[in-house]
């Protein structure tokens, strides 16, 4: 069994344009959290380039500098982390949505202690993975509201 990591968090593409591209004033403690290594936020290779390709979406607007500038963010202020190929995904809910699924498998996988997400699928999974006794899954605000 991997250890929980409570400081370890894993964030959704969604948290990450609001960190990153909108700069969202409320979830501003978080970044700053992520920015004092308070807290270690943590991806692998998928969910980081989902990242790549939601900020590259033409109606985001970002011109390629503005592109660039967020991956840069991303990529310095969230570890990628690497699993050995043969290793067995954990047993998890499946989300709704199947593309939301490797947010929940990296958390399981990673020890993460939080999955920050806005998406409604991940949201609904909160109450089944608090009685699995696993990560945490909390809007921006819930984990604000922990700290």
């Known amino acids: 069994m991997i250890q929980k990591l409570p400081n370890r968090i894993v964030l959704d593409t969604n948290v990450c344009l609001d960190l990153f591209v909108f700069r969202d004033p409320r979830w501003q403690p978080l970044l700053a959290a992520m920015q004092a290594g308070t807290v270690e936020t943590v991806t692998r290779a998928d969910c980081r380039t989902e990242w790549t390709l939601v900020v590259a979406y033409r109606k985001l607007g970002l011109d390629a500098g503005a592109q660039a500038q967020a991956v840069a963010e991303y990529d ?5 982390l690497e699993f050995p190929a043969a290793e067995a995904p954990p047993a998890l809910p499946r989300c709704k949505d199947p593309d939301d699924q490797k947010f929940l498998e990296l958390s399981a996988a990673s020890g993460a202690g939080c999955l920050i997400s806005k998406d409604k ?5 909160a109450g089944k993975m608090r009685r699995l006794g696993s990560f945490d899954i909390l809007s921006p605000a819930e984990w604000l509201a922990r700290q």
């Open 121 to 125: 699928a991940l949201l609904k999974l």
């Open 76 to 80: 310095r202020l969230i570890a990628l």
